[in-house]
């Protein structure tokens, strides 16, 4: 209830307050503040995935100002020499308004990419999203299968499903590239698993449908017990360290990041930046309430 009021008059409040408790989790305004995060990052061995706030778009013109706002995102990446790549939420790119337009502006984007033998993550947004969004990755992947890979929802009843049939586009010299995450929007009973335990114990399961299968994934979880789960099914199946990395969110549970860091696992951390960090934040938080909780502890400490 409380975490559901203060996610609800949050908007409300003048920005420079909500800066306060979102700067812990966003890079800053600019490309400059999320090249200085990443160096950071690289500094401490963790490698980023880069993402410019931009979601909910209601005309193809704001699509086109995304794409092109990617497009320089990779030269400076490129050019600075910060080892990271890029993840795009399709709606950012139109998704929600003509799917065609939205697949030429991220063509461009995975290509620029390729073009510097780099990869694009596709983000996994809500479930209206979900066939649209592995459409467009299998459309992708066929041109550009070592540069795109997709977002997996361990919460979605239908996952383990997808990632069957998805076997086909994963094969030995190529393997399909998956961020395996819990999933972050409010989704109905119906279609989602709702409690605690039974997304941990499907996260697990997805997790060794993709070592068996010879996929590589990147684990996003904040969730200590899930880590522990990854690393027996690392150990049960010998798992090579070039088919598997660890991903978090910026600026959450550090101490967890560094221990996973120090056993001498890959680490990715999403770094999101952008002027429209105040929608992102405010959304982020209607979206799943729980998450005011969170924003409210980093006020006070880390990790
Ligand atoms: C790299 C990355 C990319 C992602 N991409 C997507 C995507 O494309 N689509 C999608 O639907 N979801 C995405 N997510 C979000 C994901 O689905 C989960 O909602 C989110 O990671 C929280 O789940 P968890 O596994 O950390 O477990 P939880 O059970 O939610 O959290 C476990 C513990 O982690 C800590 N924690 C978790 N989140 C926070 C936070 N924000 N601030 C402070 N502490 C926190 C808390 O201590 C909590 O008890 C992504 C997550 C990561 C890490």
């Known amino acids: 209830m409380f975490n559901k009021l203060i996610a609800s008059i949050l908007p409300y409040f003048p920005k420079k307050f909500i800066w306060i408790f979102s700067r812990a989790y966003i890079s800053g305004e600019t490309m400059a503040d999320a090249m200085k995060a990443s160096k950071d990052l690289n500094s401490q061995g963790i490698i980023v995935t880069l993402d410019v706030l931009g979601e909910f778009i209601k005309t193809l013109d704001e699509a086109e100002e995304n794409k092109k706002e990617y497009l320089e995102l990779i030269e400076e990446t490129e050019k600075q020499g910060i080892k990271g790549n890029y993840s795009l939420k399709p709606t950012s790119f139109g998704l929600l308004i ?34 649209m969004e592995i459409a467009l990755y299998r459309r992708l992947h066929k041109e550009f299968p070592k540069n795109v890979g997709l977002v997996i929802q361990a919460y979605l009843k239908r996952t383990y499903g997808d990632l069957e049939k998805m076997l086909d586009m994963n094969t030995p010299e190529i393997p399909t590239s998956y961020r395996l995450c819990k999933g972050i929007y409010v989704e109905s009973p119906a279609i989602a698993f709702k409690k605690y335990e039974e997304i941990n114990q499907h996260f697990l399961e997805d997790l060794e449908f993709m070592f068996k299968n010879k996929i590589f994934v990147g684990i996003a979880t904040h969730d200590k017990p899930l880590v522990d789960g990854a690393y027996e099914l690392i150990k049960k199946f010998n798992v090579p360290k070039n088919m598997y990395e660890f991903q978090m969110l910026y ?29 992102y934040s405010t959304r982020r938080l209607k979206e799943n309430p729980k998450m005011a909780s969170h924003i409210i502890k980093a006020l006070f400490y880390k990790g």
């Not at 991220?106 to 209206?128: G, H, Q």
């Not at 550090?254 to 999101?272: A, F, N, Q, W």
């Open 98 to 131: 003509d799917q065609e337009a939205c697949y030429l502006q991220m063509r461009e984007i995975v290509a620029k990419a390729a073009s510097y033998n780099n990869f694009c993550r596709v983000d996994m947004e809500d479930s209206p999203c979900t066939d």
């Open 251 to 279: 600026g959450v549970t550090p101490s967890l990041r560094k221990s996973i860091v120090d056993k001498g696992h890959s680490m990715r951390v999403y770094v999101p930046f952008g002027k429209k960090w105040f929608g």
